[in-house]
């Protein structure tokens, strides 16, 4: 067992120190640092050449280089680890450093919710073996396995993020995306309903028209400038979820499950007034802790109530 776990440490090694040293070696290739500095008219660009050079060590050959920055990642073992400098003069550590918090929320986000969804579609679609909604839902899936994940990854970051950002600078939608985003989310959400061919086709019409329409009114009233729910619309998205949650784990026709989580949507209208305050309030970590518990225990109060048959 002992020479095993060697052997894996052992291929574990070069196969680190082979992928870090080619990485290296193509970030050193792919762009010249001094090169805004060549084209640079300013009198003292030679001299801010020759200092960034010797700084950054751009005279040493990167596969030599990459061994000076091995050097110092090997320092964290004697107390002088050092991942080198930026251009602008930080340090490398520090900047890794100050992003490791950022990195960790997104990690944590990214899972909770994965599991979340996973567990949650899971447990619908076997519940709906062979539905439209189990169908669609396995080929999603199938489709999002066979992406590489860094592609979804930077195309979800240059729309999601930047390009949805510097949207909500000027909001606009056009008629043509209205349109194709009304066909789109109809399509969603009639494979998601089930059905016969006649109600999946009234569904999806309703579904279609009804998000046209709400994307119209909201482009209209500069909703995304000023983004809000407000009482009411809260209580109706809390009564759709209600009846989009029965219908896709046990049907419309399942009472005891509808009035369950009709009840919760009223509980959550209730509440609505007082998390208010709590979230204007400055610290609000314990408070948001406590809402979760009270949450979950509500879910839990309401279940045990109204299942007396599965008691």
Not at 248 to 272: D, E, H, P, Q
Request: charged share 10%; glycine share 8%.
């Amino acid at each position: 067992m002992f020479a095993f776990i060697m052997r894996r440490l052992g291929t574990l090694s070069v196969i680190l120190f082979g992928s870090s040293f080619l990485l290296y070696n193509l970030a050193a290739l792919s762009g010249d640092p001094l090169a805004e500095l060549r084209t640079s008219r300013a009198l003292n660009a030679p001299q801010q050449i020759i200092a960034l050079t010797r700084k950054l060590q751009l005279d040493v050959p990167p596969p030599l280089r990459y061994f000076y920055w091995l050097r110092g990642l090997f320092g964290v073992f004697v107390g002088k680890f050092d991942l080198g400098q930026t251009r602008g003069s930080e340090s490398v550590g520090s900047a890794i450093a100050s992003a490791v918090p950022t990195t960790l929320r997104l990690v944590t986000t990214a899972t909770v919710t994965a599991i979340i969804l996973g567990i949650s579609i899971g447990i619908v679609t076997a519940l709906r073996q062979y539905s439209k909604f189990d169908y669609s839902m396995t080929f999603v899936s199938f489709l999002l396995f066979s992406l590489p994940i860094f592609w979804v990854a930077v195309l979800l970051k240059q729309f999601m993020a930047i390009g949805f950002n510097n949207w909500l600078g000027e909001p606009s939608i056009p008629i043509k995306t209205v349109v194709l985003i009304g066909i789109i989310l109809g399509l969603i959400i009639a494979s998601v309903a089930g059905g016969d061919r006649a109600k999946s086709w009234k569904i999806f019409g309703i579904s279609a028209f009804s998000t046209m329409l709400v994307l119209e009114v909201l482009v209209k009233i500069n909703w995304f400038l000023q983004p809000g729910l407000g009482p009411v619309f809260y209580l109706l998205g809390s009564v759709g979820i209600a009846f989009g949650v029965t219908h896709l784990s046990m049907g419309i026709s399942n009472r005891v499950a509808l009035i369950s989580s009709l009840t919760v949507a009223g509980i959550a209208f209730v509440l609505y007034f007082p998390m208010q305050k709590v979230f204007e309030m400055q610290k609000q970590g314990l408070l948001l802790v406590a809402a979760a518990a009270l949450t979950i225990l509500i879910a839990i109060g309401v279940a045990l109530y109204f299942a007396k048959i599965d008691r």
